[in-house]
């Protein structure tokens, strides 16, 4: 089982790639059919086949095959270590702003 920080770094690592985080940006509108995800990148199939297990393999995506057409669809969830992770990286300061603010709404109510 891998580390909390080892998920974080695998994570990342997928994600560091521009051509990647666009892939993970239009899945997150809805899932896509390969031809879809080629159609507005300069690659040929190959090259985005394997951002895609990069990204799958990273378990950001998971990807279906039905007869010859391949559904790559977001993971849900995937994302959240990197949320929990720069949640832990804010400042003092910045958490007592977010508690002060949450306490001036709940005043305004």
Do not use: F
């Amino acid at each position: 089982m891998p580390s909390y920080r080892e998920e974080v770094d695998v994570v990342l690592r997928a994600l560091a790639d521009p051509t990647r985080r666009a892939i993970v940006e239009r899945l997150a509108k809805s899932p896509a059919v390969v031809s879809e995800l080629l159609a507005p990148l300069s690659m040929a199939l190959p090259s985005l086949l394997q951002h895609l297990r990069i990204l799958e393999d990273a378990g950001v995506i998971t990807s279906t095959k039905q007869g010859r057409v391949r559904t790559a669809t977001l993971q849900p969830g995937a994302l959240d270590v990197l949320h929990l992770w720069l949640g832990e990286q804010r400042t003092p300061a910045e958490r007592s702003a977010d508690r002060l603010g949450i306490h001036l709404s709940r005043a305004t109510l």
